[in-house]
Nanobody, 126 residues
Framework: QVQLVESGGGSVQAGGSLTLSCAAS????????MGWFRQAPGKEREGVAT???????NYADFVKGRFTISQDNAKNTLYLQMNSLKPEDTTMYYC????????????????????WGQGTQVTVSS
């Protein structure tokens, strides 16, 4: 049973930083793609950043230069370092895994995800 558990969300002032973590378990594949997504109430889930099997990364334009995705394969943990946070970054953040037969996560698409975590709330105040 694949489980993804996010942590690290919270409240911060604009310009501040947070680091989200996603602990993965139950994945039997030796390599896979992972990603961070976010979803505001009433809106579609949107891709924030993904990391492919070879470690290549992809970022949404609205986080480029501010967020960094990384992973610790030994700990089966995915991270999202978020700097220069803005009030518009306020929403639920979710991690996901894609077994990505092609080797890469397609275009930050949420439809590619095979499993989701339960989410963690990030709130940025102005």
């Amino acid at each position: 049973q694949v489980q993804l558990v996010e942590s690290g969300g919270g409240s911060v002032q604009a310009g501040g930083s947070l680091t989200l973590s996603c602990a993965a378990s139950g994945i039997t594949y030796s390599s896979y793609c992972m990603g961070w997504f976010r979803q505001a109430p009433g809106k579609e889930r949107e891709g924030v950043a993904t990391i492919d099997r070879d470690g290549s990364t992809n970022y949404a334009d609205f986080v480029k230069g501010r967020f960094t995705i990384s992973q610790d394969n030994a700990k089966n943990t995915l991270y999202l370092q978020m700097n220069s946070l803005k009030p518009e970054d306020t929403t639920m953040y979710y991690c996901a895994v894609d077994f990505c037969a092609s080797g890469s996560w397609y275009s930050l698409s949420s439809y590619a995800a095979d499993y989701w975590g339960q989410g963690t709330q990030v709130t940025v105040s102005s």
